[in-house]
């Protein structure tokens, strides 16, 4: 896969990048592709409403209870009949995305840089 464009660092810096807690997860009816968590980012910003298109390969069991890195100052996206505020990073290489999960204790909102 080719590189991107070469960006900035002050680019890299507008890009809000904090460990979450997955404090529920589901199967919402209304998708055959989404699952919806709820993240816990500390007290600073709160629980989140976070959707992704992994339905194919994970369940929601899968998630709850770990702790996971997201981007929180993406703009809303609808994503069927939900609204995700914000994304889990994975891996996308080969055919099954991959989370990463974070298996030290960190605080809920800690920064990644």
């Known amino acids: 896969m080719k590189i991107k464009e070469i960006i900035e660092y002050s680019d890299f810096e507008k890009v809000d990048i904090r460990i979450g ?7 919402p009816e209304w998708s055959n592709k989404l699952l919806e968590f709820t993240v816990d980012f500390g007290e600073d910003i ?14 929601p069991d899968d998630f709850i209870g770990n ?3 997201f981007v929180v100052n993406l703009a809303e996206r609808k994503m069927g009949e939900g609204v995700s505020q914000g994304m889990m990073l994975m891996s996308d290489e080969g055919e099954i995305p991959v989370p990463f999960p974070i298996t030290k204790q960190v605080k ?3 920064i990644v840089r």
């Open 108 to 110: 809920e909102g800690s």
């Open 21 to 27: 807690k997955v404090i529920a997860s589901s199967s």
């Open 46 to 59: 709160g629980e989140r409403t976070i959707l992704s298109g992994i339905k194919k390969w994970y369940s």
């Open 67 to 69: 702790y996971y890195i």
